[in-house]
């Protein structure tokens, strides 16, 4: 995070280079046999940049990684063309189940993808907002988890990207609060997504509403580009603080990882090949231990954030890393990291 890289390289999802990643050192992969449930994979198809199940069954099969499950997480992909504006988010569901129905066929993998799904809500509607999370619930298949609504918000632009909220404090306003309670009181998890200096919202949420099973994704999105380049040690340190008062909440869980796009600490358009798992795992520990050693193994899940993070290194690089990290973790302790907590979490069989 000491270097000041180009702002267009960092806080976008970048199309992943398959001939890029084809110089990544070969690796063998690391504990083969630890089950893994991926709780943080996208599925799309966006001009120039597709993932559906072909592309991850590939990864996966490189990987040489024991994938067991997946969590579709939405990515504003497939929404409906007509219909109510508010309803048309559900057809990520839709599509998400379909995603479900090729893996479970066999043709393409053993793993279970999309074995969960997390759906987009607009938690600010009031009582529509209800009608939002009953109509994913009933789409779903019986697969419907969670809803992700997003609150990254930054002053500046070059940080703040073009997927986030309208103004800084979503997760403090009135309305929203009434969206939280009215997703808890049907049994679905909410995925919170800020970036880092915004993680006592997410305290203050979690405070508000102690029934609710909270997530925050990306290990809190540390950001290190932009206005905050050059300033790893402040960077990290009130990183540190955000998360060590977070992690007094019971009701919240970390998945860790995903921060490729906004760390800044490796400048994947520039190298010349892929980190290794192992350079990787030096570029991220202070970003992951952390996490296992402030809110503990049975609160922290790691996740790909696949194939946003494909832009930086491959899925089998992505798991040796957090081998590499979890050394030193008990075969207990790896279970709930790999496997355990995502299925508590995800309440996936």
């Not at 690391?30 to 994979?41: C, G, M, Y």
């Not at 796009?261 to 795992?281: C, K, Q, V, Y």
């Not at 609160?299 to 089998?316: E, I, L, T, W």
Request: proline content about 6%; some cysteine; charged content about 20%.
């Amino acid at each position: 995070m000491s270097q000041n890289f180009p702002v267009s390289v960092f806080g976008r999802t970048q199309p992943p280079n398959e001939a890029w990643l084809a110089r990544a050192q070969p690796e063998d992969p690391v504990e083969s046999h630890i089950a893994i449930v991926d709780p943080h994979l996208h599925f799309w198809d966006r001009t120039g940049n597709t993932y559906l199940i072909q592309q991850f069954a590939r990864d996966l099969a490189d990987s040489g990684h024991r994938v067991e499950a997946t969590v579709a997480i939405e990515c504003g992909a497939m929404y409906r063309t007509d219909g109510p504006e508010h309803l048309r988010c559900v057809g990520e569901t839709e599509f998400a189940v379909g995603i479900a129905a090729m893996a479970a066929s066999g043709k393409y993998m053993s793993c279970r993808a999309a074995a969960g799904i997390v759906g987009c809500a607009d938690l600010t509607l009031g009582k529509l907002t209800q009608e939002v999370l009953e109509a994913h619930i009933a789409a779903a298949n019986g697969r419907f988890r969670a809803v992700r609504q997003s609150a990254k918000w930054d002053a500046d632009p070059a940080v703040r990207g073009p997927g986030g909220a309208k103004g800084p404090g979503l997760y403090r306003e009135a309305a929203f609060g009434k969206g939280i309670d009215a997703l808890t009181a049907l049994g679905l998890s909410f995925e919170a997504s800020v970036f880092h200096p915004q993680i006592p919202d997410v305290t203050s949420l979690a405070h508000a509403h102690p029934e609710a099973n909270i997530v925050l994704i990306h290990s809190g999105s540390p950001v290190g580009h932009g206005p905050y380049a050059n300033a790893a040690d402040k960077i990290h340190a009130n990183w540190l603080a955000s998360m060590r008062e977070l992690a007094r909440c019971p009701n919240v869980s970390v998945k860790l990882g995903g921060i490729l796009m906004h760390i800044g600490n490796f400048d994947f358009t520039a190298a010349d090949r892929p980190p290794t798992s192992r350079e990787l795992a030096k570029l991220w520990r202070p970003y992951i231990e952390p996490c296992i050693e402030l809110f503990g193994v049975d609160r922290c899940m790691a996740s790909s954030n696949f194939p946003v993070d494909k832009a930086g290194f491959g899925y089998g690089s992505l798991w040796n890393m957090y081998k590499h990290i979890t050394d030193g973790c008990s075969v207990d302790e790896k279970n709930a990291l790999f496997s355990a907590t995502a299925r508590r979490v995800y309440r996936l069989p």
